[in-house]
């Protein structure tokens, strides 16, 4: 009797611990899989590739301990959190395209402190063609200066102001029809012209910059912000939308925004899960992927890079294009 009594109450334990571990997976995936976030949630949304990892931990664990309806439920969630992650790892079909090269770099300058020098040095060694920059200040443009940018991307449609809400474009080619809009929510900044490369169509491209979540009291903002960016124009001209969106792959509102005919050039690449942003002030947070290069569906995506920048939280995201033949 002594040895019956305590095998029950383990095996009660474990059951416990089965149901309890599987429940914030569950949930979890719910809220990604509905596009169910809000408040708090649309922040913890952008850890989803972490918890997805988690997920196949829960399976394992209601696997060894042999609790059936746990383990199922496990399951599902495991299949699905990992399902809609793993991809971003795999390089997917790219369009037929004869055109020219397009290198494009987007860089969050954290309020025009990070080191022009090293950002100018990456658009030299990379032969960069497009630079997109946000919290763009008259200082970081008088430093981009100093440091010789305008000897490589002479070309700008800029916009600085003090503080986080500049923006700005540099191109190794011409630009017209430019100018910069400011988005509702926080204010940012969002410059863009159009861009013609010799054999291709011309291009719009413009720097993105739709407010942070933060706070409770600006997912609003956050969400007005991602609905007002420019949609693709799958029957108009080429569109590329570049920088720090502040949203991941797992965030409604900018799957919403592929859905009018962009691609994710990182997911595209399979670079989908290089994180962009963090840790934040030395905080312990793992890096999530905010910034982005989102290029129309008729634009090839060849490969994309991540790249630290001294002087800000943010990395600065290389994509490198091929466009359509004109």
Not at 113 to 140: I, K, M, S
Not at 201 to 222: C, I, M
Not at 301 to 320: I, P, S, Y
Request: aromatic fraction near 4%.
């Amino acid at each position: 009797m002594d040895t019956v009594v305590p095998h029950r109450l383990d095996h009660r334990a474990a059951t416990i611990v089965c149901r309890l571990a599987v429940v914030p997976g569950a949930a979890w995936a719910v809220v990604r899989l509905g596009g169910l976030e809000r408040g708090p949630l649309v922040q913890a949304l952008a850890f989803t590739p972490y918890v997805a990892a988690g997920s196949v931990l829960v399976l394992a664990l209601t696997l060894a301990l042999r609790r059936r309806w746990p383990a199922v439920v496990a399951a599902v969630t495991a299949l699905t959190l990992v399902g809609v992650v793993a991809p971003r790892a795999v390089a997917s079909g790219q369009p037929a395209v004869d055109g020219p090269a397009l290198r494009l770099l987007t860089a969050n300058l954290l309020k025009g402190g990070a080191d022009a020098r090293a950002l100018v040095d990456l658009v030299r060694r990379h032969q960069v063609d497009v630079l997109a920059v946000q919290e763009f200040t008259p200082q970081a443009q008088a430093a981009l200066d100093r440091a010789g940018l305008a000897d490589l991307l002479p070309h700008r449609q800029l916009n600085p102001e003090a503080g986080t809400t500049g923006s700005g474009l540099y191109a190794r080619h011409p630009l017209a029809a430019g100018g910069f809009r400011r988005n509702s929510g926080f204010a940012f900044t969002q410059a863009y012209a159009t861009v013609t490369v010799p054999g291709a169509p011309p291009v719009r491209v413009e720097s993105a910059h739709p407010a942070a979540p933060y706070a409770l009291d600006v997912v609003d903002d956050w969400f007005t912000d991602l609905r007002a960016q420019p949609r693709a124009t799958p029957a108009g001209p080429l569109g590329i939308l570049a920088g720090d969106l502040n949203a991941t792959l797992d965030h409604a509102p900018l799957r919403a925004l592929l859905d009018s005919g962009y691609v994710d050039a990182a997911d595209a690449a399979g670079a989908g899960l290089a994180g962009t942003w963090g840790p934040y002030d030395g905080d312990p947070i793992p890096p999530v992927t905010i910034d982005h290069v989102l290029v129309d569906r008729r634009i090839a995506v060849d490969a994309v890079e991540v790249h630290r920048v001294r002087g800000t939280d943010h990395r600065a995201v290389l994509a490198r294009l091929r466009l359509p033949g004109s």
